[in-house]
């Protein structure tokens, strides 16, 4: 891997949640874990050897995700590769010192690979989005894309997600061009990154108390609100049975059904920046 001048290093964002730290199983081979303010998933039965890690978490996590996922399989070795819903600074602060560590190979949609190979940076966050905290910080999170074009993949054009069996990748752009979700018909376990979270991500407190309802993507750094409203519809019609997103806690069963259901239909309330709504 190449020298990166867009790294993390002096990244340091004092938020945690009470959730900070802890994981748990969503059904056997799907897993999350809470780094500060966001998740990250494994895939892979408990003790397996056949793994993958969804999303890298905050900077300076690298060691702390190694150690996780040791506690889920018992042993210090790589996965098999690292996938992507999206690039943004929290879904991949700990990627380039992972790479360091891990020679596996890492994919995401076609459309977020100009922002982790250096091409292009993401817009600054929109402090005006919503009156809570993390909002008005939000110009001052790194927003810029990273290297990791010796590693990074375009996900199979046929829907498949490599390494994970029975799995399809969705393309639910919105939060960012490429953002994608991953679900599995035979359960209906939906991991849905950031298309749609379950914690108002907006309010420092509600997320460091990890006050659990369901809500859009963080509104800050949405760049394209039509496109996440058909997102969610789409992820909504596949009615899915357990939901495990970036932020907030999983949802399951009829809470999961009526709350997705009730963000579609009252999207322009519950989602949308009070600033771009029509009413």
């Given at each position: 891997?190449?020298?990166?001048?867009?790294?993390?290093?002096?990244?340091?964002?004092?938020?945690?949640?009470?959730?900070?730290?802890?994981?748990?199983?969503?059904?056997?081979?799907?897993?999350?874990?809470?780094?500060?303010?966001?998740?990250?998933?494994?895939?892979?039965?408990?003790?397996?050897?056949?793994?993958?890690?969804?999303?890298?978490?905050?900077?300076?996590?690298?060691?702390?995700?190694?150690?996780?996922?040791?506690?889920?399989?018992?042993?210090?070795?790589?996965?098999?590769?690292?996938?992507?819903?999206?690039?943004?600074?929290?879904?991949?602060?700990?990627?380039?010192?992972?790479?360091?560590?891990?020679?596996?190979?890492?994919?995401?949609?076609?459309?977020?690979?100009?922002?982790?190979?250096?091409?292009?940076?993401?817009?600054?966050?929109?402090?005006?989005?919503?009156?809570?905290?993390?909002?008005?910080?939000?110009?001052?999170?790194?927003?810029?894309?990273?290297?990791?074009?010796?590693?990074?993949?375009?996900?199979?054009?046929?829907?498949?997600?490599?390494?994970?069996?029975?799995?399809?990748?969705?393309?639910?752009?919105?939060?960012?061009?490429?953002?994608?979700?991953?679900?599995?018909?035979?359960?209906?376990?939906?991991?849905?990154?950031?298309?749609?979270?379950?914690?108002?991500?907006?309010?420092?407190?509600?997320v460091m108390v990890q006050k659990k309802e369901i809500s859009g993507p963080p509104r800050y750094f949405t760049s394209?609100?039509?496109?996440?409203?058909?997102?969610?519809?789409?992820?909504?019609?596949?009615?899915?049975?357990?939901?495990?997103?970036?932020?907030?806690?999983?949802?399951?069963?009829?809470?999961?059904?009526?709350?997705?259901?009730?963000?579609?239909?009252?999207?322009?309330?519950?989602?949308?920046?009070?600033?771009?709504?029509?009413?």
């Amino acid at each position: 891997m190449k020298p990166l001048d867009n790294d993390f290093s002096q990244t340091h964002l004092p938020f945690f949640s009470v959730k900070s730290g802890e994981g748990r199983e969503v059904c056997r081979d799907v897993y999350y874990w809470t780094n500060q303010i966001v998740n990250v998933c494994f895939y892979g039965g408990s003790g397996s050897r056949d793994w993958v890690l969804i999303d890298c978490g905050m900077p300076h996590s690298k060691e702390k995700i190694m150690e996780a996922a040791e506690a889920r399989f018992g042993h210090g070795g790589k996965p098999k590769a690292i996938l992507l819903t999206h690039g943004h600074f929290d879904h991949v602060g700990a990627l380039q010192p992972l790479l360091e560590e891990w020679d596996v190979p890492v994919y995401a949609h076609q459309f977020e690979i100009p922002y982790l190979n250096g091409e292009k940076d993401y817009p600054k966050g929109d402090p005006t989005a919503d009156g809570g905290l993390v909002s008005e910080l939000s110009p001052f999170y790194p927003h810029h894309g990273i290297d990791v074009s010796e590693s990074v993949r375009m996900l199979p054009e046929n829907g498949d997600v490599p390494f994970m069996p029975g799995w399809k990748w969705i393309h639910t752009p919105g939060h960012t061009p490429g953002h994608v979700s991953f679900y599995r018909e035979g359960d209906g376990v939906l991991i849905a990154g950031d298309a749609f979270v379950t914690v108002k991500q907006e309010s420092l407190y509600r997320v460091m108390v990890q006050k659990k309802e369901i809500s859009g993507p963080p509104r800050y750094f949405t760049s394209d609100w039509e496109a996440a409203e058909a997102s969610v519809g789409k992820l909504a019609a596949l009615h899915p049975k357990t939901a495990v997103t970036g932020h907030g806690e999983m949802l399951k069963g009829g809470e999961l059904e009526r709350s997705l259901q009730t963000l579609v239909d009252r999207f322009d309330d519950w989602a949308l920046p009070p600033n771009r709504r029509s009413h």
